[in-house]
């Protein structure tokens, strides 16, 4: 299926309440009420998606703030008070490498299926598994090829190791002498990207070179094909927050530069089978699904029925939690019109009602920092650092709340929700 397809109903904005907490100190009031904090629940009706980078950790340090939101998510026995997901954009890690690195910065356990990769629902699209992929990011990638159900994936490396006259941009690498043509090397069925690459100049040239000859890029072709070989794609994120004092360029900026590098060689658009990772709605219907399952494991009947995502990208995180509740927004007036039409549902409707969108100062966002979604002076809105598949409106990237760090979104949500701090 296209995951592009599930957009084209929710592509009209509508304004959002902006909140800014930042500016005047979060004392509890929020949208002009105080709320009234009671004691604290054992059944949970809502969870979070938070995200890591820029949220909860800068790189490899943690964000102090983090470490004070779990000493209030955590009861005494080390178990959450509520359902968690961290959704991350990041991919160039195993789930369970990811989920080990956090429960060391964070101090308690967090288990492998509490972790959403980018390009984790990756794992749902099976009419790609059993084909022959090009893979393209960095760390394990071929393990976690195979861990989302892909059989048979080759690599850039692997690729350029078969193929050495394709990689000609550094001089160093170039072969001295010129290797017998390959005729044992199986035709490439797919493009699999997980995350920006190393050398970006390889994998740019490399990929190019496989979609434009069908998969045989030994032998090349007259005309190139198009409709061309499916891609598959995760992590739009242009820019993305480490240690250093301005962002960096992400996997999106990357996507970027193969986008329009097809689109200059060939006159034709680059088209994905699926656009995994934040802000798509597959992401946070994947996500949902895991805060329900978790609440199932705690034993915790009440539904899960809002969603709390907390980000530092108003391009990612903000975009698709409020795209996200659009969606659901959508669903509920769907339902109802079924329901009023048959007298009955024919479809199990999700228990999840919102998803409230939690802006944080300590990663991309800054109000007065470059990159972030403020407009400059005398422009009328901000520059879209979002991907070209996702029609820019404005009233996405506003989030429902901005809040310094995730301890005062966390304290914002229990407020909202009655719980004791």
Not at 41 to 52: A, C, K, M
Not at 54 to 59: F, S
Not at 136 to 153: D, M, R, T
Request: proline share 7%; charged share 20%; hydrophobic share 40%.
């Amino acid at each position: 299926m296209a995951v592009l397809g599930l957009f084209s109903a929710v592509r009209a904005a509508r304004p959002w309440q902006r909140v800014a907490c930042a500016a005047a100190g979060f004392q509890g009031r929020c949208l002009g009420k105080s709320y009234a904090v009671s004691r604290a629940q054992s059944q949970p009706t809502f969870g979070f998606l938070l995200d890591i980078d820029g949220v909860l950790v800068r790189g490899h340090r943690v964000i102090p703030a983090a470490l004070k939101a779990f000493r209030r998510l955590v009861n005494a026995q080390g178990k959450l008070r509520v359902p968690v997901v961290f959704v991350t954009n990041a991919g160039n890690i195993l789930q369970h490498g990811k989920a080990q690195e956090l429960s060391a910065l964070l101090g308690f356990k967090v288990e492998p299926d509490q972790v959403i990769l980018s390009h984790s629902p990756m794992k749902l699209f099976s009419q790609y598994h059993g084909k022959r992929m090009i893979v393209s990011g960095q760390g394990p990638l071929v393990e976690n090829a195979q861990i989302l159900g892909f059989k048979n994936v080759v690599t850039v490396d692997e690729l350029r190791m078969a193929f050495p006259v394709l990689d000609m941009v550094d001089l160093q690498r170039r072969p001295k002498t010129m290797p017998l043509p390959r005729n044992d090397f199986p035709a490439i069925e797919g493009v699999l990207l997980l995350g920006e690459p190393v050398r970006w100049e390889t994998s740019l040239q490399l990929i190019m070179d496989v979609l434009l000859s069908n998969g045989n890029p030994g032998k090349g072709l007259a005309t190139a094909p198009y409709p061309h070989l499916p891609v598959l794609a995760s992590n739009m994120d242009l820019l993305w927050m480490a240690e250093a004092k301005m962002p960096r360029f992400g996997h999106g900026t990357f996507l970027l530069c193969l986008e329009t590098i097809y689109r200059k060689v060939t006159g034709k658009e680059l088209r994905y089978k699926g656009l995994m990772g934040k802000p798509s709605i597959l992401t946070y219907q994947y996500a949902e699904e895991l805060i329900r399952r978790q609440a199932e494991r705690r034993g915790w009947a009440a539904p899960i029925q809002k969603l709390y995502a907390v980000g530092d990208n108003p391009m990612s995180d903000v975009y698709g939690a409020n795209l996200f509740n659009q969606y659901l927004q959508m669903a509920k007036h769907e339902q109802a019109e079924k329901l009023g039409s048959s007298g009955l549902l024919k479809q199990q409707p999700s228990a999840t009602q919102s998803c409230a969108s939690i802006l944080v100062c300590t990663g991309v966002y800054s109000p007065k920092a470059p990159g972030s979604t403020e407009p400059a002076q005398g422009e009328e809105e901000p520059p879209f650092h979002g991907h070209r598949d996702f029609n820019f409106s404005p009233g996405l990237i506003e989030a429902s709340h901005i809040v310094n760090d995730v301890d005062e979104a966390v304290q914002l949500v229990f407020h909202k929700e009655g719980w004791a701090l």
